[in-house]
């Protein structure tokens, strides 16, 4: 099995455009992003793999920056995050 599943995930939260639309949202949003990333800060990539709430899916229209698959995950009602795998 790959190894990097048994990995903790490790999050990068220095994207202005990411940080701009964050600072934008009402506090309630912005308290539930924040637990969601919280929460996906101490899994690892097996958990978010297996976990039906950060619904988990293949971006099938984009590529990474190297040509790797894009996927996407539920981080609040009506916002989605992005990962490399």
């Known amino acids: 099995m790959n190894q990097k599943v048994h990995q903790p ?27 969601t990333l ?22 099938i229209s984009k590529k990474g920056p190297n040509g790797e698959k894009l996927y996407s995950f539920r981080i609040g009602s009506g916002f989605r995050g992005g990962s490399l795998p």
């Open 9 to 35: 995930v490790l999050l990068d939260l220095n994207n202005p455009v990411f940080q701009r639309q964050l600072f934008k949202l009402p506090k309630t949003e912005q308290r539930n992003i924040l637990n």
């Open 38 to 59: 919280r929460k996906l800060a101490n899994m690892t990539w097996q958990q978010v793999y297996i976990d039906h709430g950060l619904k988990w899916e293949a971006i």
